[in-house]
């Protein structure tokens, strides 16, 4: 992904979870290219008042089918024993 398609992307993502009442400025709530096991990074983590993920979010260019990542970012809610 080059640079700028990625933050064309993180722009509308953050706006997207701004809409949705997450403050993206506050970073115990959104973490950003979160540090998993095995030194992958998670593009965001939303997290609950007591630390715990909630969700993983992945950034991708708008050309790439969201299903083709769902594994990803599956994988990393996994390893942060994120609920179903």
């Not at 953050?14 to 997450?22: H, M, P, T, V």
């Not at 939303?46 to 050309?63: G, I």
Request: contains cysteine; proline residues 4%; aromatic residues 8%.
């Amino acid at each position: 992904m080059t640079s700028t398609n990625e933050a064309f992307s993180r722009v509308n993502i953050d706006a997207q979870l701004k809409d949705q009442g997450w403050d993206v400025l506050n970073p115990n709530a959104v973490r950003f290219e979160y540090v998993l096991p095995g030194r992958t990074k998670a593009d965001y983590v939303l997290c609950d008042r007591h630390d715990r993920a909630l969700a993983v979010v992945e950034a991708k260019k708008a050309a790439i089918n969201p299903t083709e990542t769902e594994a990803q970012a599956k994988a990393y809610a996994e390893l942060l024993k994120v609920r179903a």
